[in-house]
């Protein structure tokens, strides 16, 4: 998708990722957004990070309230689901409580494979909540040029 497409999807569901991002506090709130041509839907997505932190704390030492997990079943089941409807996951979202809107080292890490994008064609948009109420948000693409994550102009 287009910048200017991805642009007004995001707008159009911003509300609905800053009240999930409300909800979620003082945790990370994630999920995405599916999209073909002419239609869109957000889905938010249950933060699993305190159960893999429980789980796993050496693998995954930080706690839902500066990480998000979101279940890989749940992702591949909509990408699936995204090949019989034409809906794909065009952005990832996820919210900093308490941060500012920015693509962390952490969210340069997971989105990364071998220093490519895992999925390349995804942006991600980030929403800062502070204090329980929605701040600042800004979404980042690939930059293949610099080979990370970049904000979006």
């Not at 609905?16 to 995405?32: D, L, R």
């Amino acid at each position: 998708m287009k910048n200017k497409k991805i642009k007004e999807l995001i707008q159009h569901h911003q509300l609905a990722m800053e009240k999930e991002s409300t909800a979620c506090y003082p945790s990370e709130a994630c999920g995405f957004i599916i999209a073909s041509e002419t239609e869109s839907e957000f889905i938010p997505c249950e933060n699993l990070q305190d159960k893999m932190h429980a789980y796993d704390p050496e693998t995954f030492p930080r706690d839902s309230k500066t990480a998000y997990y979101i279940s890989p079943k749940k992702f591949m089941d909509s990408m699936k689901q995204g090949e019989k409807t034409g809906k794909k996951i065009s952005v990832i979202f996820h919210s900093h409580p308490d941060h500012e809107a920015y693509f962390s080292e952490e969210d340069q890490k997971a989105a990364q494979l071998d220093g490519e994008p895992v999925y390349p064609d995804i942006v991600h948009h980030v929403i800062s909540i502070k204090q329980g109420v929605p701040d600042t948000s800004k979404t980042f693409c690939w930059n293949n040029s610099l080979k990370e994550f970049n904000e979006m102009s």
